[in-house]
């Protein structure tokens, strides 16, 4: 009897001091003026003086065909607005009062309304932004991007840094100034999850390092874990609320710093003092979080619990010690003080339950879990409900109109090209070539011009000189090979970015020992992009056999192109003069009938020619803008999905009323291609009787002659032939470029990913190294069981209007 009575007393004493512990454990917590300084303050962005007015200004003169002057106050709010939200950036201080900023937040909104509207209007790339990356120890920049997008995501930026200061300007000593911060915080963050989205759905924008994936997410995590604290200290302060619902609302605090320090570690702009702050932040909020359950255990008569959840604060708030440095003295004073109170609290703990309770006390992984709540979420909503229309730029066509307009330009040209100039150029090729098969008309020109050289000879070599001559190939040959070779290097480049990866991954693997690592291979991983590069290579291959062939062929006549440049003097030489032999009359018939079609025949070229120059000048006068202006004017709400997209598709209609006026031109290609038949097939049964006549009359003069006048046919058929090559290779190697930067660009995405995912991997590992796993209580509780709670079931986020309620 009398070892119970001593037993009672100890439990007592026990309850006793574990309330006086509680109450020290509060006194880690700031007051009003030092629980600001407890919390990080983001710096703003800051940019220059920009005469956004004048910018745009000159964009409408030069691509709208409008009056810049008729926008002229348009145009002048919008360089006032942007100035002033310049000049609050850069002089704004952590002193700035809660007035001031509520004003500068209205003027963010209305400058991203404004750009809303102007980013529908104007083309993207018109206007040059400048920004400052504040974010590290110094100023980074100016980063400068042509993109309304990338101003967009910066005010974004700015809003939620903004919402982050009024935050830190709410009382931290009253309900209703913690409520306040908690929903600015949770404003905060859902501007930086804006970003996120913006930057996930259009992945190829460009953008500063301060707004890539990492750095945001650390941001996001780190006004969630704010905004957490706050309900924290709201529930402290209710002297009513429960240590269990303190414990989970710790824990919760503790996991969002934790994925903020996870981000924080793998960005390149989260300074050491911040890492040092959340990190601080994270082991305060899990040492905390078990110190309460320590007291919970304490008052269910689970001895051995309670002295298992203080060792897990105990070694928590240590390691949270250990990345004081750089850090405010008030976190580290906070940190002291708890680290005081669990150490006393546990030493007593561990004696009593040596001395009298004897209860066995569970290893890390054997105790239960602390199921933490959330109690914030990222207001997302909070951008899309304060956009408000502008009325700017009321009478400016979107450029989008202009654009698609330039945009069915390009497509009619592209139309006219393949539907009738490449056919039409073929045809005129095709030409050359038939008459050049039969040698014509060489073999009639040896025979009526003996000694004179023919007119098409010299029409040939006035064409050769005026084309370029010899030179026009051998700058084209080089700059082919100077494009083959920045084609090779990018598919190199790209291969070496797969090869890094391998090695990479090879090193990795040799670095985790007796750590298991769940990561796929690099040869599955990059399958898809090998496959790529692979192809990439055939397509070069094949291009380089191409240009051996064009190489050879220029080698072949460049000796007869030699005699083209240099002039009538030159053929002169060249073609061998031959005796007049006077012809029958029934062969002068044959020649005179043959020479006629084949006059014909040329004479469709001429034709041609003229039909093409109609043609253009058709494409320049008959201007699709006018008709896009009508059609948008009618139907300008029907333009736009439900994101606010333009539609350019609606367009499609009349576009495809406007090639209907090109049908009468269509059939002038089918016409002169009939027409070029019927000749050539005259002029093969012309040909044949004159051959058979020729062969009795031919003397071997004659004969030289003709050969001569025939290798300058058929070189400057071949000369044709290659230009015609060279510019196909041309457009191939350009083309290959812009698709292989595509695939480049992929590349060096999928590098950065797995770096990312291997700097993640290396840091997991030496964790476990340190013997800080034990500290991962956070990632088992990522999952948490559903909270037994009417709120908690009802929404999971907290409403600012109520109290904190739990069961």
């Not at 009575?5 to 020290?24: E, G, L, N, P, T």
């Not at 500068?104 to 018109?126: A, M």
């Not at 070229?605 to 004017?633: G, P, T």
């Not at 797995?754 to 840091?763: A, D, G, N, Q, T």
Request: proline letters at 2%; one cysteine or more.
């Amino acid at each position: 009897m009398s070892y119970n009575v001593a037993a009672w007393r100890a439990f007592f004493a026990i309850k006793f001091h574990a309330k006086k512990r509680s109450d020290q454990c509060l006194s880690f917590a700031s007051t009003n003026q030092t629980m600001t300084t407890n919390l990080l303050n983001v710096p703003f962005k800051s940019s220059r003086p920009l005469n956004l007015g004048e910018e745009l200004s000159k964009t409408i003169s030069e691509r709208f065909f409008q009056p810049a002057s008729s926008f002229k106050s348009d145009l002048s709010y919008l360089t006032t607005l942007r100035n002033e939200i310049t000049d609050f950036s850069i002089n704004t201080t952590a002193t700035g009062s809660k007035t001031e900023l509520s004003a500068h937040l209205d003027k963010f909104y209305d400058y991203l309304s404004i750009l809303t509207t102007v980013e529908q209007k104007f083309p993207h790339d018109c206007v040059e932004f400048a920004w400052f990356i504040t974010i590290y120890n110094s100023p980074i920049g100016p980063i400068k991007l042509r993109s309304f997008k990338y101003e967009k995501l910066c005010i974004i930026f700015q809003i939620g840094v903004c919402y982050s200061h009024l935050a830190l300007r709410e009382s931290r000593s009253t309900d209703e100034g913690l409520k306040n911060s908690c929903q600015y915080f949770q404003n905060a963050a859902g501007c930086f999850s804006n970003i996120l989205e913006i930057v996930s759905n259009e992945p190829y924008i460009e953008i500063s390092g301060d707004l890539k994936y990492q750095t945001i997410s650390c941001l996001k995590e780190l006004m969630l874990a704010e905004a957490q604290e706050t309900i924290w200290q709201k529930a402290r302060n209710n002297g009513s609320t429960k240590d269990s619902v303190i414990a989970r609302l710790s824990f919760q605090t503790s996991k969002y710093y934790a994925d903020a320090l996870k981000f924080a570690t793998s960005s390149d702009f989260i300074k050491l003092e911040w890492v040092n702050h959340i990190a601080v932040k994270r082991y305060h909020f899990l040492a905390a979080a078990h110190y309460r359950s320590s007291i919970v255990a304490l008052n269910s008569f689970q001895y051995g619990e309670q002295v298992a959840h203080l060792r897990v604060a105990s070694e928590a708030i240590a390691q949270a010690l250990k990345h004081k440095k750089y850090v405010s003295d008030y976190v580290v004073e906070d940190a002291t003080g708890l680290a005081e109170t669990i150490r006393s609290a546990y030493k007593v703990a561990e004696k009593d339950n040596d001395l009298i309770y004897l209860k066995i006390v569970p290893s890390n992984s054997e105790l239960k879990p602390i199921n933490g709540v959330s109690m914030v979420n990222a207001n997302e909503s909070v951008i899309g409900e304060h956009i408000q229309p502008k009325a700017l730029f009321k009478d400016l066509l979107p450029y989008v109109v202009v654009h698609s307009a330039q945009a069915f330009k390009e497509r009619t040209e592209e139309y006219i090209r393949v539907k009738v100039y490449e056919p039409i150029q073929n045809l005129n090729y095709s030409i050359g070539k038939f008459l050049n098969e039969r040698n014509l008309p060489a073999s009639i020109d040896a025979l009526q011009q003996p000694e004179n050289l023919p007119e098409s000879i010299l029409n040939h070599s006035r064409e050769i000189m005026n084309l370029g001559g010899l030179q026009v190939i051998e700058t084209s040959l080089l700059e082919i090979h100077r494009l083959s070779n920045e084609c090779n290097t990018l598919v190199a480049e790209c291969q070496n970015r797969i090869d890094l990866d391998k090695r990479e991954d090879q090193m990795l693997k040799g670095k985790q020992g007796g750590h298991e690592i769940k990561r796929s291979r690099s040869d599955q991983t990059a399958a898809k992009l090998s496959a790529k590069i692979q192809r990439m290579k055939e397509y070069l291959a094949e291009a380089k056999k191409g240009d051996d062939v064009v190489v050879k062929r220029f080698l072949e006549i460049k000796s007869i192109l030699e005699v083209y440049v240099g002039g009538f003097r030159s053929l002169n030489k060249f073609v061998p003069n031959s005796n007049y032999i006077k012809l029958d009359q029934r062969i002068a018939d044959v020649v005179t009938d043959l020479r006629s079609h084949i006059d014909q025949l040329q004479s469709l070229e001429s034709e041609r020619q003229k039909f093409l120059r109609q043609i253009d000048v058709k494409i320049k006068n008959n201007d699709i803008l006018a008709k896009l202006v009508d059609a948008y004017k009618s139907n300008d709400k029907d333009m736009y999905d439900e994101q606010g997209h333009f539609n350019s598709s609606k367009f499609e209609l009349v576009y495809e009323d406007h090639l209907k006026s090109f049908n009468t031109d269509l059939s002038f290609f089918d016409k002169t291609k009939s027409d070029q038949e019927d000749l050539e097939r005259k002029i093969d049964n012309i040909n044949n009787r004159f051959i058979h006549e020729y062969k009795s009359i031919v003397t071997s003069t004659q004969r030289n002659r003709q050969d001569a006048l025939q290798s300058l046919d058929t070189a400057h058929v071949k000369y044709n032939e290659i230009l015609f090559n060279l510019s196909e290779g041309s457009n191939f190697y350009n083309d290959f470029i812009t698709k292989g930067s595509a695939v480049l660009h992929d590349c060096e995405d999928y590098l950065s990913k797995r770096r990312l995912e291997s700097r993640e991997i290396e840091m997991s590992i030496m964790k476990r190294e340190e013997g800080l796993g034990q500290f991962d209580e956070g990632d088992r509780a990522s999952s948490p069981p559903p909270v037994i709670s009417s709120i908690a079931v009802k929404s999971n986020v907290w409403d600012p209007k109520s109290d904190i309620k739990f069961g």
